[in-house]
């Protein structure tokens, strides 16, 4: 089986994370703790400093890790907006939780202004959007896929 969480930082190495956080965040762990089914998967694009991700992992209940994919810019499948798209197609990925300011949105290149945004059959919908003093706009996704005949298929 492909693993799912894919990262070269264990949780633990940055505890201090957590005294970091903001409001702003905390109610994006909390958006995330609510929402996310526990058998939907989740798709995390850093911010520029690499902060957050753990914090969201544990206190937005996205653990085990195998639910959540973090994308870090080492990981080749991710180098171009189409391996990001092949990559959630595959995997059915539910969220994506993507910051203006980190790696996935420079590969995406995403309008951040639009409710929604389509690649090929992948429908991107903004569900929460927050902007976060230093770190830029936190922005989740829910991804929905259509397929040949019309259906919609959510993640």
């Not at 927050?130 to 259906?151: C, K």
């Amino acid at each position: 089986a492909e693993a799912w969480h894919i990262t070269q930082r264990p949780i633990a190495a940055i505890p201090h994370v957590f005294s970091l956080m903001t409001e702003d965040v905390h109610s994006l762990a909390q958006w995330l703790k609510k929402n996310v089914r526990k058998d939907e998967t989740v798709m995390i694009g850093p911010d520029r400093f690499d902060v957050y991700p753990s914090y969201l992992m544990l206190r937005g209940g996205l653990l085990p890790s195998s639910r959540c994919l973090v994308v870090w810019n080492t990981v080749p499948p991710f180098k171009n907006k189409e391996g990001v798209e092949q990559y959630i197609r595959k995997q059915r990925t539910a969220y994506l939780i993507l910051n203006s300011e980190g790696y996935l949105q420079k590969v995406l290149n995403f309008d951040l202004e639009k409710g929604t945004v389509d690649l090929g059959e992948i429908r991107f919908t903004v569900m929460f959007r927050r902007d976060v003093p230093t770190f830029g706009r936190y922005l989740i996704y829910r991804i929905s896929f259509s397929e040949a005949a019309g259906a919609q298929i959510h993640g």
